[in-house]
Each structure stands twice: as structure tokens, then as C-alpha cells.
């Protein structure tokens, strides 16, 4: 029996209705896909690239997220300059984008400049940032001979002066405290263990991994002194320095100073802040201290 000619026909363009929808929506998702990834490369994130399937097109591929390292505690992300939380932050928005897209697979790239020299760094987990403080800091020690400049000291300090306020205050209260060296050994004092690992904490958290911390006391001054790990060239070191006092003589800048016009006995300073220094401080040898 032959169905009605009506009824052939009306199912013949139910089906190409619904064909049509298909491929329809097929073609505004491949739409909106090509636009994310438009997105995805505007954001740096490169190595997606957009599946071959007609009717359900996807993001394919492993993303590709890029940094890059001004200085310490300095990166950009597309020309946009951004200190360490900023980075932190860029970074989980990106991630989050992805995971909306369904996008599992991620590496992460570091461009490392220092001076002439550019090196890109890969990682695997968004844990980088962190990660790569130590690694810039060991790229320094090998291939960066030139005097870190005050404005790097300034950066720092600015960034982080309510970190520099509470190492203070912290020195000051552990009256019996002399140093602290970058394994974590204190000279001249029985603090305890947590006590120390609080100062390392802190000292981290400040982008200063590894640096030593001196502190005197004399006739009722204080003096802190910070010595940034490989912050100095073959002739001069740069630290941070907190007194109770204030310290002379005091230079408009520190840069281009040359070694053998540092007096030994009253060194430089450019002054930060109230009781905050920067100090340029000549060195005896090119030995692993200071």
C-alpha cells in the first residue's frame, strides 16, 4: 500500500527541516568556536586549532599559555606589565577560560630575558610563577655580570613594604637574633625552628629567596640589613637596609658608582623611605658572600 502523497512529502520536509537545523547549528557552534579561538590567540595562548567534524566541532589541541619575565617579581602577559599577584591572577582567569572550553591539555611558557641573553622555559603545572623565581635567580648567577639598578630595589620595595615593615618589626623583637643565612642557619640567637622558617616564609613571599639578613645593635640603634641573593657585581654590593637611625651619606642614585670611591667605613645610601635604604657596599673578593 503506498502512502498518501501528502504524508510523503510533509515527512520529506520534517527531515529536511530538521537536517537543516542540524547542519544549521553545526554551522553557528563552528561560528562561536572560531571566535574563542580568536580570543585564545588575542590572550597569547597558542597551539589550539579547530576540529575537522561537520556536525560537532571542537577546540582541539594543547594550550599554550605564555609569560614573561621583566625582573623580579615583574612579568607582562601581552604588553601588559604585572607584578607577581597580577600574574597570579591573569593566570587563573586564563586557566578558567579554558577549562569552560573544554580545553584539558595546558603547558605553560616562560621567556626569561636577562640583558642580551632570552631563554623560554617550559612547565607543565600553572604552578610556574612560583617555580620560577629559584630558576631565574640561578640564570642571573650565570649570566648576569651588570649591578642590579635602584629602580629594581625601589620596585621591590614599594611592592612589598608592609612585608619589609613586618621583617622589622620581627628582627627588632628577636633581640638575641644576629643573622640568618640563605640555608636557614641563625647565628647569635635560640629561636626556634618555626620562628626561622616564618623569616624564610617571609623572605619568599617578598621575592628575596636566599638572601641573608644581618642585624646590629649598638647604643640603642637598630640596624637591619638585607643582602639580596647575587644582587651585586664582581666589585660592588647592593642591599636593602632598615635604622633606627639616620645613615650618611645619602646619594641622589647608586648606579654607576665605581668601586674604588666606596669608602669601606661609611658606604653609600640612597635613601627608599623613612628608616629604608638602599646601600652600595665594596667587596673584598668574588667568593659566594658578600
Not at 115 to 124: A, G
Not at 209 to 218: Q, V
Not at 245 to 272: A, C, E, F, H, N
Request: charged fraction near 25%.
Amino acid at each position: 500500500m503506498t502512502p498518501p502523497k501528502r504524508f510523503a512529502l510533509s515527512t520529506l520536509l520534517l527531515v529536511m527541516l530538521l537536517v537543516s537545523l542540524v547542519f544549521g547549528y553545526a554551522q553557528w557552534r563552528r561560528q562561536g568556536l572560531i571566535s574563542k579561538c580568536r580570543v585564545f590567540q588575542s590572550d597569547g595562548i597558542d597551539g589550539l586549532a579547530l576540529s575537522d567534524d561537520w556536525l560537532w566541532p571542537r577546540i582541539v589541541g594543547k594550550a599554550q599559555v605564555h609569560f614573561i619575565k621583566e625582573g623580579r617579581g615583574r612579568f607582562s602577559h601581552q604588553g601588559v606589565r604585572l607584578n607577581t599577584d597580577q600574574a597570579q591572577l591573569r593566570l587563573r582567569e586564563i586557566i578558567a577560560s579554558l577549562d569552560a572550553a573544554g580545553i584539558a591539555e595546558k603547558s605553560y611558557l616562560m621567556t626569561i630575558k636577562v640583558e642580551w641573553r632570552t631563554e623560554i622555559l617550559q612547565f607543565e603545572t600553572p604552578d610556574f610563577l612560583g617555580m620560577e623565581f629559584q630558576l631565574y635567580d640561578d640564570y642571573r648567577s650565570e649570566y648576569e655580570r651588570k649591578l642590579t639598578p635602584d629602580s629594581e630595589f625601589e620596585y621591590l620595595f614599594v611592592e612589598h613594604s608592609a612585608m619589609f615593615a613586618q621583617l622589622a618589626e620581627m628582627a627588632k623583637t628577636d633581640r638575641a637574633f644576629t643573622s640568618l643565612d640563605r640555608d636557614g642557619r641563625v647565628v647569635g640567637s635560640n629561636i626556634s625552628p618555626t620562628r626561622v622558617e616564618e623569616y624564610a616564609q617571609l623572605l619568599r613571599n617578598m621575592d628575596l629567596f636566599g638572601a641573608n639578613l644581618y642585624c646590629t645593635r649598638k647604643d640603642g640603634e637598630f640596624r637591619l640589613e638585607i643582602y639580596p641573593r647575587y644582587w651585586r657585581d664582581d666589585y660592588i654590593t647592593k642591599t636593602i637596609v632598615y635604622s633606627t637611625t639616620t645613615l650618611s651619606p645619602v646619594l641622589p642614585k647608586l648606579d654607576g658608582l665605581q668601586s674604588g670611591r666606596i669608602s669601606t667605613d661609611t658606604p653609600p645610601y640612597k635613601q627608599l623611605a623613612p628608616n629604608w635604604y638602599i646601600s652600595a657596599r665594596r667587596r673584598y673578593s668574588v667568593s659566594d658572600g658578600n
